[in-house]
């Protein structure tokens, strides 16, 4: 297995480019209507890349992840495709100086620039502003910069997304696709009942539940919600309750937190890594999530909370991405505690009084089931096919047929 936990495939990435296209006419599509799409950085960890190509196939695409920057180099001149870039502040993983983040950036934009001049089409979705521990913020802000000239496409999430970034890098209008956020409708499981999710957790049927999951880490804001508890607890009459679940973060931090739970009732810590199946007892158990970060452009654990009916405490700028729920996402002004405390209320107040049997609001779940990954995938792929106006696009490379058959296929 690669550092991603994926399997190391024994094909070069041209062999893999032919394959791809044989499944894809095995599946009836012809040549000038398949495309190859390849992504990277290819995440395990997250289903999100999982769920974006999901009805790749029905579309006439084959999607494969890129195994390295450089396999591109080696397709031939006829092998033209779509490079979908997704955390690009990857490149900097393991460095420790900002000399080496910078002259990281600078070979990560000539390679991309190289694979754009060959005549592959450059896709890039946008997760976050920056990357949310960003160190080197000088050398990202440079490589996004740069990637947002060379990018054919730019994916958002957020509908206000140009405006949000716009004071470290600029995007032009003329190269975005809005595709929202898939929901996990389908994809994590789903089948404990709210009473036996808290008996499980600990937590008695007139707790007043607030989640705060995933990562334990600072710039989750954990800290500053803990804050927002105590004052909870004056509303709800000692009722409420925090549950804290995600995977363990660095030491120092994971002391701090174990030093400022110690002794408390009203929280609950699960520092663990939570599997697909385990999530649903977190979700189901709660009343509101809580996502209490300073900056956040697209949330999973907000998308997570509305695929199982749950209200969600968001920061203002991810608020857009939820304009079109009727009821369940409360806003607040990043570390305002007046001001996270009225959201916390008002989205108690939804669940309170609004929610059903198992604990999910109807209205939340419905829009969460609405953007389902098949749904969402559809419009991403038929989105690129439209994207240049020309029907079936120029995606796909024409030489393919040739490379295919040379190949013996």
Avoid at 159 to 188: A, Q
Avoid at 263 to 283: E, K
Wanted: charged share 20%; aromatic share 10%; net charge negative.
């Amino acid at each position: 297995m690669n550092h991603n936990g994926l399997m190391e495939d024994p094909r070069n990435f041209s062999e893999v480019c032919i394959d791809a296209m044989s499944a894809l006419v095995s599946h009836g599509h012809s040549f000038d209507n398949a495309r190859l799409l390849a992504y990277y950085p290819a995440i395990r960890q997250n289903p999100f890349q999982k769920m974006l190509y999901a009805s790749a196939f029905e579309n006439g695409f084959a999607v494969t992840p890129l195994p390295s920057l450089d396999a591109v180099d080696a397709l031939s001149d006829r092998m033209q495709i779509t490079l979908h870039y997704h955390w690009i502040h990857d490149v900097f993983k393991r460095l420790g100086k900002a000399r080496e983040a910078k002259k990281a950036a600078k070979g990560f934009i000539e390679q991309v620039h190289r694979q754009r001049e060959a005549g592959h089409k450059i896709l890039w979705t946008i997760h976050n502003v920056l990357s949310h521990s960003a160190t080197f913020i000088d050398e990202e802000v440079f490589l996004r910069q740069e990637m947002a000239k060379l990018s054919d496409m730019i994916h958002i999430m957020n509908p206000e997304t140009p405006k949000l970034v716009k004071g470290h890098y600029e995007l032009s209008s003329d190269k975005i696709i809005h595709i929202p956020h898939p929901s996990y409708t389908n994809v994590y499981g789903d089948y404990i009942s709210r009473a036996q999710a808290r008996l499980e957790l600990g937590l008695n049927e007139d707790n007043v539940a607030f989640l705060c999951f995933g990562s334990l880490v600072p710039y989750k804001g954990t800290r500053f919600f803990i804050q927002v508890l105590d004052r909870l607890q004056e509303r709800f009459e000692g009722r409420a309750r925090l549950i804290i679940a995600g995977s363990k973060g660095k030491a120092d931090f994971m002391e701090e937190l174990y030093r400022i739970i110690s002794g408390r009732s009203d929280i609950i810590l699960y520092a663990d890594h939570v599997d697909d199946q385990a999530l649903q007892v977190f979700f189901r158990a709660t009343d509101v999530v809580a996502c209490p970060y300073p900056v956040s452009l697209n949330s999973g654990v907000a998308m997570t909370a509305a695929t199982f009916g749950k209200p969600m405490i968001v920061p203002e700028m991810l608020l857009p991405s939820f304009n079109t729920l009727p009821i369940g996402a409360t806003s607040f002004t990043p570390n305002d505690l007046e001001s996270c405390v009225h959201a916390a209320n008002e989205a108690a107040n939804i669940a309170l009084g609004k929610a059903d049997a198992d604990g999910g609001v109807p209205d939340i779940t419905a829009w969460a089931a609405a953007r389902d990954s098949l749904t969402v995938s559809k419009d991403f792929f038929r989105a690129l096919r439209a994207f240049r106006g020309e029907g079936t696009g120029d995606i796909a490379p024409n030489g393919f047929q040739a490379d295919f058959a040379g190949a013996g296929a």
